[in-house]
């Protein structure tokens, strides 16, 4: 049963707040078919901005009360919510209900709160990137750990070579499984770096070098594959012959996991995310990272600069003697 105005009583609001209040929420659960568990979220997180109101102005508060509130009222609602141990993610979607809740009142009854618009949420923590260690990178690429667990060896060479590229070039998934055979970079005779040319995401395209142990990982799974490729079909192939389904893949890390003692964190993407910190960590210039993977903005590779700051501050932390002698203090 959805939340109706009886959930707002007098004691929280003047009577027109809570018939407002109440086609709100018949409007979210009628109209918009939130989830009950939604509404019922958002139900409480009105109720506790208008205690606040109530105990902050000295009365259940009315509709006009509302379009009169301040920037500074609403941010010491948020820092009371914050003192009582609410989450930033849990912050973020009360103040989403208020701001539901203040477009439903400017709709219907032309009611608008302007303060809204000058404050602003808890900023979203970005998960970093988690990258193998450099010892564990290349492991994974070596054919030589790769237990192809009863197939044929061909496929061990074959994962190898597109966990090459992953770690080697810096590719997506998608964008290695996506290559086709006459794309495939050769071991060159000339002493020249190999190049592919990769259509990334939004139709993006980058150059990227190609190492000469990755065009030889790719050479090797060429030499062993059973199956004649076709110039313009997949670089890539399955057990059977067809384009490579990236959840075999995915499996193949998986079971390496296990086999090399890795965190659960060592996926593919990993690899690429291992590419650009190893980089990053040997002196790479990050807007030269930056066109290699692919980003369209700088803001999106330099969260691999937050990965180089912690481990320049904990290989500190180990090594410098002040950190160690206040580490045994401790």
């Not at 709100?24 to 958002?42: F, I």
């Not at 139900?43 to 009360?65: C, E, K, M, S, V």
């Not at 055979?181 to 190049?195: C, I, K, M, V, Y």
Request: glycine fraction near 8%; include cysteine; charged fraction near 25%.
């Amino acid at each position: 049963m959805a939340p109706t105005h009886a959930a707002i009583g007098p004691l929280l609001a003047a009577p027109d707040l809570r018939a407002a209040a109440g086609a709100w929420l018949t409007r979210l659960s009628a109209e918009r078919r939130l989830a009950d568990k939604t509404v019922e979220a958002y139900t409480r997180d009105l109720r506790q901005f208008l205690t606040f109101l109530r105990d902050h102005i000295g009365a259940p508060p009315a509709t006009g009360d509302l379009a009169a509130l301040s920037a500074i009222d609403l941010r010491a609602y948020l820092a009371h919510r914050r003192l009582d141990g609410l989450s930033g993610p849990s912050l973020s979607r009360a103040l989403a209900a208020i701001r539901s809740f203040a477009r439903h009142l400017e709709k219907t009854q032309g009611i608008a709160i302007p303060a809204l618009a000058v404050v602003r949420g808890p900023k979203k923590r970005h998960a970093l990137p988690k990258p193998l260690s450099p010892d564990s990178a290349l492991r994974v690429i070596d054919a030589g750990e790769i237990d192809p667990a009863g197939d044929a060896p061909w496929i061990a060479a074959r994962d190898a070579a597109v966990f090459s590229l992953l770690y080697g070039c810096g590719l997506r998934i998608s964008e290695a499984l996506g290559l086709t055979r006459a794309e495939a970079p050769e071991p060159g005779t000339d002493g020249r770096t190999q190049t592919l040319r990769i259509t990334g995401k939004g139709g993006k395209t980058r150059l990227v070098p190609v190492l000469p142990a990755v065009c030889e990982a790719i050479a090797d799974y060429l030499k062993r594959c059973p199956y004649a490729l076709d110039r313009d079909g997949p670089l890539f192939v399955g057990a059977r012959g067809g384009p490579l389904n990236p959840r075999i893949i995915q499996r193949r890390m998986a079971a390496m996991r296990g086999a090399l003692g890795l965190p659960d964190s060592a996926t593919p993407h990993a690899l690429r995310h291992s590419f650009a910190t190893h980089l990053l960590m040997n002196g790479g210039d990050l807007r030269a990272i930056q066109e290699l993977l692919g980003h369209a903005s700088l803001s999106t590779t330099q969260v691999y600069t937050e990965i180089d700051e912690r481990r320049l501050l904990e290989a500190y932390h180990d090594a410098h003697p002040r950190a160690r002698h206040r580490k045994r203090a401790s």
